[in-house]
């Protein structure tokens, strides 16, 4: 049964560009040899890791989305164990959190959609309606984190 | 008479107040602000663990989550907000302690 999941490794800052790129073509070749596809690769580059690993004080990160079975996670995972130029990775599983987030997002949307319409108005909301809505993304401050661990 | 005159304890919902003694032993009401889980407020349903920017105000200098008596955060999104935190702890995006 394929499920999806997300697969990050952090690769020691050592690796130049062509290992960090190998790492990647053996993973695929794992999930090709055991029917998976591979949804999305996203190199995040390096990056300052928050605690020390080992002696190493940052790291390049790689995320891939997976769409596979158990098995070929497990391979994977024990693959990574193996190879020491990965200093850290996380397999999660993804598909039913997204479920259930979209289900959330639907039906939100649907209710709001609902009233609105009880209320006399169109079922979308209209450009500069609201006071949240004119708020610019960028300048959203709410998340921003303490100067000391940025 | 409705009953819902409170003293002390007991706030429940919708604004609490909690009795203050003043200088001159006058009973003043001290109005705290309800606090409300950010993550209901502002519709996120994703509590991701690679959204660093997101999950770092939940965690303050020594790096320990935040408890939801003081974020206000409701229970099930603080049940995410944890298991978030603890795996971007074990990617090192966020650290377990500080010195």
Same mark, same amino acid.
């Given at each position: 049964m394929n499920r999806k999941y997300e697969l990050v490794y952090v690769v020691s800052p050592e690796a130049s560009d062509e290992q960090v790129t190998d790492l990647h073509t053996q993973v695929e070749a794992t999930v090709q040899r055991m029917n998976g596809q591979i949804e999305k690769t996203e190199n995040w580059g390096r990056r300052k890791l928050a605690y020390e690993i080992g002696r190493h004080k940052e790291g390049t990160y790689v995320l891939e989305v997976i769409n596979g079975t158990g098995d070929l996670m497990k391979e994977i995972d024990r693959r990574l164990k193996v190879i #020491?130029? /990965?200093i850290r990775h996380l397999v999660v599983r993804v598909d039913e959190e997204q479920g259930v987030v979209d289900r959330t997002k639907a039906r939100r949307s649907e209710t709001s959609r609902r009233r609105r319409v009880a209320r006399g108005l169109p079922p979308d909301r209209q450009p500069g309606? $609201?006071?949240? $809505? #004119? /708020? #610019?993304d960028d300048r959203d401050d709410r998340f921003d984190m303490g100067e000391e661990l940025r | 008479m409705n009953g819902r005159k409170s003293f002390g304890g007991g706030g429940g919902r919708g604004k609490s107040t909690t009795g203050a003694q003043g200088k001159d032993g006058q009973r003043r009401p001290m109005f705290r602000r309800r606090k409300v889980c950010k993550f209901c407020s502002d519709k996120i349903d994703d509590i991701n663990y690679k959204d660093v920017r997101m999950l770092?105000?939940?965690?303050p200098e020594r790096a320990k989550v935040l408890p939801r008596r003081i974020s206000g955060t409701c229970a099930l999104h603080q049940r995410k907000l944890r298991t978030a935190i603890m795996r971007a702890r074990q990617l090192a995006l966020i650290p377990y302690t500080t010195e």
């Open positions: #020491d130029l /990965v309606e $609201g006071q949240r $809505g #004119d /708020v #610019d | 770092m105000p939940f965690v």
